[in-house]
């Protein structure tokens, strides 16, 4: 079980520390996750070539993650819930390595998928722990920077892997890339076993709210799954997911086909949200600690997301760029913002794990959907424009179901 905490009145020095300490170590950990998630796009080429298959036989080693993802995230909630923040972070980094360290291995696309689908477990425990842990350790004041600097970790990871995979592949095979995944998984692993812990109990930080001292088997995991608003910040974050997956997947060949872009410059041009996110994700969580709000910069990103992701398929040369570039400074100031408001509906940070679980279930849902929408409309009869419009569409879902949970 995870172990109760009694809140004190004030911030120990010590505790500070140790708080910024840990959430340097969650970062780096939770890194491992995207970085492995995301090797396959940057050298799908070479997978299709050495694997005999086809693009659409190369992409479902993407949506066995989405799959994975939202078949496990609800169980991982649970399992945190009962196991603990140690045993679930060994299952985290434990899956990630074995799943990377079994594709390696592989000989075929079959194997490959089997490994994928295995570091897919544990990205699912991943995204549940360290915001579990984050509301721990953090006092309320500080808790949407803290979630900020910590929801970089996604654009961190992806990123490194989008730049690093290429070179790795030509320096040995595609296999190199599958292992250097698996070693870094191992070593913030370590990290995680040494540094992370729980609070100490009277050790932690004053809570915000009288739900704070209650006992944990008084405010337990089916209250969570009761709680509307933690499904509604869920849905938000949802739709939020099927509009930015969908602009990401499909955004560089737009911009080759469509734009008669090269593919290194569309991929160079679709990847600026990204790039931006990781400095517009802690700033949205400073902005949410400044203003005492989550729901305010959250609604924000997503009205605005339903406006500048159509246009960019509506416009070219340098409208184009500066239309993405303020798209990554506004879509950072979502996912910062629910994860902290998920975790504070609970009215018990004890229970961030499965407010975390039921966020997951919306984001993997909206991985899988988002894609599958946009390419959909692409290939019917009114093509690219009905697709861009799907974004605004789905957006505007987020935007509906974000205003009607009632969050701090």
């Known amino acids: 079980m995870i172990t109760p905490v009694s809140r004190t009145a004030s911030e120990p020095r010590n505790v500070a520390r140790a708080a910024w300490l840990i959430l340097a170590v969650l970062l780096l950990f939770s890194i491992a996750a995207p970085l492995n998630q995301f090797k396959v796009p940057p050298i799908m080429p070479v997978l299709m070539s050495a694997l005999g298959v086809s693009a659409a036989g ?13 078949i496990l995230a609800l169980p991982a909630g649970f399992i945190f819930q009962k196991a603990g923040y140690r045993a679930t972070g060994l299952l985290a980094g434990g899956s990630i390595v074995l799943g990377a360290g079994l594709g390696a291995l592989s000989q075929g696309v079959g194997g490959l998928l089997a490994g994928r689908v295995i570091e897919g477990i544990g990205t699912s425990f991943m995204a549940v722990l360290a915001p579990a842990i984050i509301a721990q350790w953090f006092v309320t004041q500080r808790r949407g920077t803290a979630m900020g600097i910590w929801a970089a970790w996604v654009p961190v990871g ?3 892997m989008l730049i690093m995979a290429p070179g790795l592949a030509q320096t040995g095979s595609w296999r190199t890339v599958w292992w250097f995944g698996a070693c870094y998984a191992v070593v913030v692993t370590a990290l995680y076993l040494i540094f992370v812990r729980p609070p100490a109990p009277n050790a932690a930080p004053a809570a915000s709210h009288p739900a704070a001292g209650a006992r944990a088997e008084d405010v337990n995991a089916a209250h969570v799954l009761r709680n509307r608003d933690i499904w509604l910040v869920a849905t938000a974050f949802g739709a939020f997911n099927a509009a930015v997956i969908g602009f990401a997947t499909y955004m560089p060949t737009f911009l080759a086909t469509q734009r008669g872009l090269s593919l290194t410059q569309a991929a160079l041009v679709a990847s600026i949200p990204t790039l931006i996110t990781i400095f517009s994700a802690p ?18 990103g997503l009205a605005l997301a339903a406006v500048l992701l159509p246009l960019t398929g509506a416009v070219r040369g340098g409208a184009l760029l500066s239309l993405v570039t303020i798209s990554g400074l506004v879509l950072g100031l979502v996912p910062t913002n629910i994860f902290a408001a998920a975790v504070e509906a609970t009215g018990d940070e004890r229970q961030g794990g499965m407010a975390m679980a039921v966020v997951m279930v919306g984001q993997n849902a909206g991985m899988l959907i988002g894609p599958i929408i946009f390419g959909a409309l692409v290939d019917s009869a009114v093509g690219w424009p009905a697709a861009f419009a799907s974004l605004s569409l789905m957006a505007l879902l987020g935007l509906l179901a974000g205003w009607l949970a009632r969050t701090r």
Do not use: C, E, F
């Not at 969580?285 to 910069?297: A, Y």
């Open 58 to 70: 190369a992409g479902l080693l993407m949506s066995v993650y989405a799959v994975t993802g939202l």
């Open 158 to 160: 992806s990123t490194a």
């Open 283 to 300: 700033g949205g969580g400073i902005l949410s600690d400044r203003i005492g709000s989550r729901k305010k910069p959250y609604l924000v």
